[in-house]
């Protein structure tokens, strides 16, 4: 089934400690995204890639880091310097300009 | 930036009544977008609406975007229909970006 692939869907995270969290899409999409939902609030977004080898920051990105290396993926790592990290985070790709946003399962981090 | 509000933040419905949410928007914008997060979080299409209005199933969706709001309709609710609905604001010239409103969370009761 074509789709976003989110894993893990839990992860916890020790202090000052990098965790890398997975996106992984297998619609054909140009276009990637990932934001951040806390308790009770909508999603803000982190990074955005439109293009392979390239990304864009979001509107939070302090504390985060991206790649794209290949169409199909684009890991996030939360670093250490992301003081207040545990959240829902949500992976989204697009295809077209004109198309919506399909969305991941999401994965939810934790601090120990 | 823009801004973007909902209301109301919170409905109880009894299952099988209507209800309508609304999408309040600070600036023009390319195209807009409605969204149920069920209670495991997922995130669930449900129209990409810059104007006009759509229809599925129980559920429509009207955007005005020279009044700068969009409505969602949902008919005869089930308790299917409980969690959050957000709307969200795409603006085609910074590669489609989504701002979201806070969402309202909806409750449908036996």
């Known amino acids: 089934d074509g789709g976003i692939t989110q894993s893990p869907k839990y992860l916890f995270r020790k202090e000052g400690q990098n965790v890398t969290l997975s996106c992984e899409q297998n619609l054909n999409h140009d276009a990637m995204y990932w934001y951040r939902q806390d308790p009770g609030q909508g999603l803000r977004l982190i990074y955005y890639s439109q293009i392979v080898n390239d990304f864009q920051k979001g509107d939070i990105a302090e504390g985060y880091s991206v790649s794209r290396e290949k169409k199909e993926s684009f890991p996030l790592t939360v670093t250490s310097a992301q003081k207040n990290p545990t959240a829902f985070y949500l992976c989204?790709?697009?295809?077209?300009?004109?198309?919506?946003?399909?969305f991941g399962d999401g994965t939810r981090l934790s601090i120990l | 930036g823009i801004q973007v509000e909902q209301s109301p933040p919170d409905l109880i419905l009894q299952e099988g009544a209507n209800s309508t949410l609304r999408c309040n928007f600070s600036?023009?914008?390319?195209?807009l977008q409605w969204f149920h997060q069920n209670p495991w979080g997922q995130l669930i299409n449900l129209f990409y609406i810059p104007s006009g209005t759509k229809q599925n199933g129980r559920l429509s969706a009207t955007t005005v975007a020279t009044e700068r709001y969009s409505l969602l309709y949902i008919s005869s609710s089930q308790t299917t229909d409980s969690g959050v609905y957000f709307c969200?604001?795409?603006?085609?010239?910074?590669?489609?970006?989504?701002?979201f409103g806070t969402g309202t969370r909806l409750q449908v009761t036996l």
């Open positions: 600036d023009s914008v390319n195209n």
């Open positions: 989204a790709s697009r295809g077209r300009v004109d198309q919506p946003q399909h």
């Open positions: 969200a604001l795409i603006n085609t010239g910074t590669a489609s970006k989504l701002t």
